[in-house]
């Protein structure tokens, strides 16, 4: 029996995990998988440390319409009889908010519970599903040390100007701020840079933590200094299915005008908009690019567009640029989103090597760019399963 760290990331019809020896430090994890198609038809798929999927005889047949609880159930059952039996020590998880007080990882308590769960309305998306894995552990577990890992937190280290919208100051002081997410995959990042970059790890970077969630961090001394997304996942750059940032005056005609309800802006803003929206092919860079339609070039370009003017405005909250770093699904993988955006940034100094670029190399710019460009993927999951040791397991911080 292997003692073992379980990492979960849930959300609305995926289950995504991996598995950690209990060890403290950076451990690779030794399983790695997802369960997909969750309320109508799951499936499960893994990988072993290699990256090698496993074989169908040694994953397992789930029953259609079986709810996150029931699945979790059987994947905790699966890992104790997997491989001579996994014996799951503790459990983290990826939390989207933590509000304002949350600068760090957190044991799990019935008191962080309902703090979380008072923040449900500012990530609808995510966080009942993050808050309903961890009850679903616990009842399947009891006393199970559980650790919540937050997306916000890592930027709580912005000065006030920056996490301010112009509203009455009432309204500032009771939470209605920029939070900004993505912050395990900046975290990580972060703690990256000094193996890349040297002294100038600790100078003006920008990282695009670009794919279906899209947003971007400045740092400055590999701290978060500003971001993209606001009060909500939903701010700043055009994502998969998501606008991005909007002219609320938009949210008004469209309510006063179009008399659409609250429910079906939302889910217009949400479910319908960026890539799939401008497209109206798919929320998936790999289709777009491999299609002929000129709405599916157009979408490309808008993506691009926008992500360029971001690293705009996120440069002068850092007086200047060093270094830009593309990770997650669309900034890791696609050579032509990276080229095109890199294209729009050279009164900046970028300089994009083509050749690098297209091979997915870690550095794409040339020697001569006054800016370092890097590919570098992300491991949100390595960042919860070390938190979860040190929180989890020995009890520290």
Known sequence: MTDAILVLNAGSSSLKFAV?????????????????????????????????????????????????????????????????????TAAGHRVVHGGTGRTGPARVTDALLAELDDLVPLAPLHQPHNLAAIRSVAARVPGLAQVACFDTSFHRTQDRMAQMFALPRALTEAGIIRYGFHGLSYDYIASTLPQHLGDRAEGRVIAAHLGNGASMCAMRGRRSVATSMGLTALDGLMMGRRSGAIDPGVLLHLVEERGMTVDAVKHLLYEESGLLGVSGISNDVRVLEASDAPEAAEALDLFAYRAAWEVGALATSIAGLDAIVFTA??????????????????????????????RHATRISTAASRVDVLVVPTDEEGVIAR????LGVTGRR
């Open 20 to 88: 950690y020896p209990n060890e403290a430090g950076a451990p690779s994890p030794f399983l790695r998988g997802k369960i997909v198609g969750i309320g109508s038809d799951p499936v499960l798929s893994a990988r072993d440390e290699t990256g090698r999927p496993l074989p169908q005889d040694d994953l397992i047949q789930l029953d259609p319409g079986a709810s996150h609880d029931a699945l979790i159930s059987v994947l905790l059952d699966w890992l104790d009889g997997h491989q001579g039996g996994v014996s799951v």
């Open 387 to 390: 938190a979860t040791h040190a």
């Open 329 to 358: 699904g669309i900034g890791e993988n696609s050579a032509r989103v990276r080229g095109a955006i890199c294209a729009r940034l050279g009164w900046l100094g970028v300089t994009l090597d083509p050749a690098a670029n297209e």
